[in-house]
């Protein structure tokens, strides 16, 4: 596929200029997006007949041949939706989705998807949505018998939470012994340059998911609509640049958002805004990097390089005072870890925590207090620099959750920083000068530490 010459030289180019004229701000969304046009050529010739007029696979809006003979209207109708599909993640969110559960029907995200896009611009009139599009009060109503409306439900509802509601299907026969239920193939059309087709769902041995009653309706209203969201690959994106791109996303929404006011494309500011899901263990490098970096020291065995540079002297008869350099500090950085083995941490989880902290520790050249301990200490080992195996340590406790025992005998240590491993649920007595890392599992991510950083293992 020929690639455009401009950001500017598109089918859409019109649709764009409209919305940056009634809503500049959300409007000017359009103008963060990459554009394509997609001919005949570019498609695979069973997929010419299916081919939407728009479609976006969560970076790129392609254009059909059938968008040009749109009128302007429905055609700002249609960039709008898309736009807001790549401004929500939905593609990226349905990748996901899939690792999570292990199975995402793309056909019912999509309508899930569209209900919620649909009813956030349905309140404007410079657009036209197409006759046949999904909204999210009636797929509520209709496939799950909830009557409410449309702003009360963008509120509410986030695709993830909407398609969980609605996805009732049921182990059944195989793959290959039914197609489509719309009559398009299962993973939409194949654009070149856009993200490869999934293959896997196709194999004709592949168990298939019947669909009970609230997906049956869902499918059948969305059928009368193109899928418009193609597939993402496995390996898109690594998890801490999407993590970015929601984060910007999100506040593009909310600064676009709060610039046109009356005049915004988002009827609200929904429940589906992306949210930022940076893994903890990048967080946590992060923040130990910076709390165990050597600091630089006073050298007076060695001056400067500007006093060597001019010679001691300021002037051809005045020389200066001795200007002592600086040089890494020799002192070694230290790390207190804490873990609470009162019963609130799977061993799952601790061991996937203990293998981090040793490979932090040994990148950052750090020795390391590991404390074990409940309501009381049970245990403390101290490691040099690189030396120490946390795997061979059995994690083991039972008791209530006291921090203030734990925390004073990490004080005698000296360290420079600290992380504590723990549900957060018991007393703190004693307030240490050094930072403090709560690190909880995701059921306790809303904790409040009683001083410190909170970091949910999620």
Known sequence: MHEVVTQYDHRGVRAVQRMVEYAPSTGGLALWVRHKDVSFSDLARDDRRSVPAVMTDGNTIFYGEAFASLPLEEQ?????????????????????????????????????????????????????????????????????????????????????????????????????????????????????????????????????????????????????????????????????????????????????????????????????????????????????????????????????????????????????????????????????????????????LMQQFAGEIAAISRRQEAGLVLLIGDDRVRRIEVFKPGRFALDDITFEGGGGTDFTPLLEAADTYRPDIAVVLTDLDGPTRFRPRWPVIWAVPESHAHAVPPFGRLLSLR
């Open 76 to 348: 700002t109708g249609l960039v709008a939706h898309e736009v807001l599909h790549i401004a929500l993640r939905h593609p990226q969110r349905a990748l996901d989705l899939r690792r999570l559960t292990g199975d995402v029907d793309p056909d019912l995200f999509n309508v899930c998807a569209d209900a919620i896009v649909n009813s956030t611009l349905g309140h404007l009139g410079w657009l036209r949505l197409p006759p046949t599009s999904v909204f999210l009060d009636t797929l509520l109503a209709q496939s799950l018998g909830l009557k409410q409306d449309a702003t009360t439900a963008l509120l509410a509802w986030d695709v993830e939470r909407l398609y969980r509601a609605i996805d009732d299907r049921r182990l059944g026969a195989r793959s290959g012994q039914q197609s489509r239920r719309s009559g398009q193939s299962g993973n939409g059309p194949e654009v070149a340059g856009s993200t490869p087709r999934d293959t896997t769902r196709e194999a004709d041995d592949a168990p298939r998911q019947e669909d009970g009653p609230a997906a049956s309706r869902a499918r059948a209203m969305g059928a009368r609509t193109a899928r418009d969201l193609l597939p993402c690959p496995d390996d898109a994106a690594p998890p801490e640049a999407e993590a970015e791109a929601a984060r910007e996303w999100s506040e593009r929404i909310l600064r676009g958002h709060a610039g046109d006011g009356a005049f915004s494309m988002l009827r609200t500011l929904i429940a589906d805004l992306p949210q930022t899901r940076t893994p903890w263990r990048q967080v946590l490098r992060t923040r130990l990097a910076r709390g165990l970096s050597r600091k630089p020291s006073v050298s007076w065995s060695r001056p400067s390089r500007s006093y060597i540079a001019n010679q001691g002297r300021g002037g051809p008869n005045r020389r200066l005072p001795f200007e002592p350099g600086i040089s890494p500090s020799r002192i070694e950085p230290r790390l207190a870890v804490i873990v609470d083995v009162s019963g609130s941490i799977d061993d799952e």
